[in-house]
């Protein structure tokens, strides 16, 4: 007997409805799954374009501070022209290149009014910090205002910009060297405490490059206060601290020449 090709209406009431209903689960969670993988691939795709934008922000703004540092040595370089051009009649007679003034080493600047004699120069410093705020430029800027101040003796102006300076300044070394130059200032103005207070700044700040100069600061203060003692006992830290250096053997020298307990 021949077996029918379709099957009848009665064929179906033997299936099992389990069967059945497994198989809409499981075409449920296959494309769920699918649906799933499509929605993490749209979220993958947006965090790549969010990190390219950040990257491409990152490199805009990287090749922007650049630009601002070059413009701004191209800006300090023609300042500095100016500078040169405005100290050229108090030249000493014997200099005969540009290289020699370089280090104003033949200028005297106690003849010299930095605001009157150095107008120019002056108002392009101050253009220069305010034009390219947050960039190196800006430091060596005030550097060297401070340091026109300071060889022309302004003590008040001198201390304004070298503590602008030493607001700006990130270096340790430049720190203590700043610190060190303020003590010096105050020194100069017979300030001593204040000079011993900037001094023992910039020592604690550990760089080697100073702390000779800076500890014999110290002792120089301490003895225009006439304390004695103290004035000993920082010759003896420059003794253990730095031997066989030539600020020892001044301390050593200045040390057997004091009299009083």
């Given at each position: 007997m021949n077996m029918p090709l379709i099957s009848t209406p009665t064929d179906y009431k033997g299936l099992d409805r389990k069967s059945?209903?497994?198989?809409?689960?499981?075409?449920?969670?296959?494309?769920?799954?699918?649906?799933?993988?499509?929605?993490?691939?749209?979220?993958?795709?947006?965090?790549?374009?969010?990190?390219?934008?950040?990257?491409?922000?990152?490199?805009f703004y990287y090749n922007h501070l650049v630009d601002r540092e070059e413009r701004g040595r191209d800006a300090l370089f023609l300042v500095k022209r100016t500078l040169l051009n405005e100290l050229k009649p108090f030249q000493s007679a014997t200099t005969n290149s540009q290289a020699q003034m370089q280090d104003y080493e033949n200028i005297d600047f106690k003849?010299?009014?930095?605001?009157?004699?150095?107008?120019?120069?002056v108002t392009q410093l101050k253009d220069v910090i305010k034009r390219f705020y947050g960039t190196r430029t800006v430091l060596d800027a005030h550097f060297l205002l401070a340091d026109?101040?300071?060889k022309q003796g302004d003590w008040e102006k001198a201390v304004q910009w070298?503590?602008?300076?030493?607001?700006?300044?990130?270096?340790?070394?430049?720190?203590?060297?700043?610190?060190?130059?303020?003590?010096?200032?105050?020194?100069?103005?017979?300030?001593?405490?204040?000079?011993?207070?900037?001094?023992?700044?910039?020592?604690?700040?550990?760089?080697?490059?100073t702390s000779g100069d800076v500890l014999l600061g110290i002792a120089r203060s301490y003895l225009e206060l006439k304390d004695i003692a103290k004035t000993r006992t920082t010759y003896d830290k420059i003794l253990s601290q730095l031997p066989n250096t030539e600020y020892a053997k001044t301390a050593e020298a200045l040390k057997a020449q004091l009299v009083g307990p």
């Open positions: 059945l209903k497994r198989q809409d689960e499981f075409t449920t969670q296959v494309r769920g799954f699918f649906d799933t993988l499509a929605h993490q691939w749209k979220l993958f795709i947006v965090a790549i374009a969010v990190l390219l934008c950040i990257g491409l922000a990152i490199t003849k010299i009014d930095v605001d009157k004699n150095l107008k120019e120069t026109l101040y300071y070298y503590t602008n300076t030493l607001t700006l300044s990130k270096s340790t070394f430049e720190k203590a060297l700043l610190l060190s130059t303020l003590g010096s200032i105050y020194e100069n103005q017979g300030k001593y405490n204040e000079a011993i207070t900037n001094y023992e700044k910039a020592f604690s700040l550990g760089e080697e490059g």
